[in-house]
């Protein structure tokens, strides 16, 4: 492979990059991010079958959450993988990239998602942010070259990049559940301090009142 080919991926791979960082600078909506995220990397990054399994808060467990496939990004296969399994889980245990020559040769991997050409290397990383791992990224090189250095490095920076989004997205939704939860609390402490049970009036007049104000409420 010459130097002008490498020049060539590395141009790629940081036009790619900016067009990455564009994405998800502009929504907080995370699964259409990622999606914009893998297409990119197959458009422009040169990193073709792209994939994003993030790990499922209740279990632990990594739950695929996008896929690149027949030029399109997929997101409906209910794919799972435990912490240690395969390679996917073991890059999420190790918090270490994993870099595959020839996928053929490697017996962790599972081939769950039917996706890969076996021939070919695959490159995964994980996504963590201040050394708490949130998912892994992963794809394939469309063709073996020796590039694969240049290709886990330009993964590891989208990587990066989607761990400040998703913590951030957290953050977010965590501020909102708080307010949520403060304003249903104002709403109670309103309704109790308020009701017609704590306005003064015994009179036969007043009592039927209350009972209409109560009908017309519902």
Not at 31 to 47: A, D, P, Q
Not at 50 to 62: C, N, P, R, S, W
Not at 83 to 91: D, Y
Not at 198 to 208: A, F, L, P
Request: hydrophobic share 40%.
């Amino acid at each position: 492979m010459s130097l002008h080919q490498r020049v060539q991926l590395i141009e790629a791979q940081l036009e790619a990059l900016y067009e990455v960082s564009r994405v998800l600078s502009r929504s907080l909506n995370v699964h259409e991010t990622l999606i914009s995220v893998v297409r990119i990397l197959h458009e422009r990054g040169e990193m073709a079958k792209g994939m994003i399994a993030l790990v499922e808060a209740e279990t632990g467990e990594l739950r695929l959450s996008v896929l690149h496939d027949d030029d399109e990004p997929s997101w409906d296969r209910p794919v799972r993988y435990q912490r240690g399994e395969g390679v996917l889980g073991s890059i999420l245990t190790n918090m270490q990239p994993v870099v595959i020559e020839r996928i053929s040769t490697e017996p962790r991997f599972l081939h769950r998602l039917g996706v890969y050409n076996p021939e070919l290397p695959f490159v995964g990383v994980p996504i963590c942010a201040e050394h708490e791992p949130l998912g892994v990224l992963a794809a394939q090189p469309p063709v073996a070259d020796q590039f694969l250095e240049e290709r886990v490095r330009f993964l590891e920076m989208v990587a990066n990049l989607i761990a400040r989004v998703l913590k951030l997205s957290r953050h977010v939704e965590s501020e909102q559940r708080e307010l949520i939860d403060e304003r249903d609390k104002l709403r109670r402490m309103i309704k109790g301090n308020h009701s017609f049970e704590n306005i003064v009036g015994h009179s036969k007049t007043m009592r039927s009142i209350f009972e209409l104000v109560r009908q017309v409420a519902k």
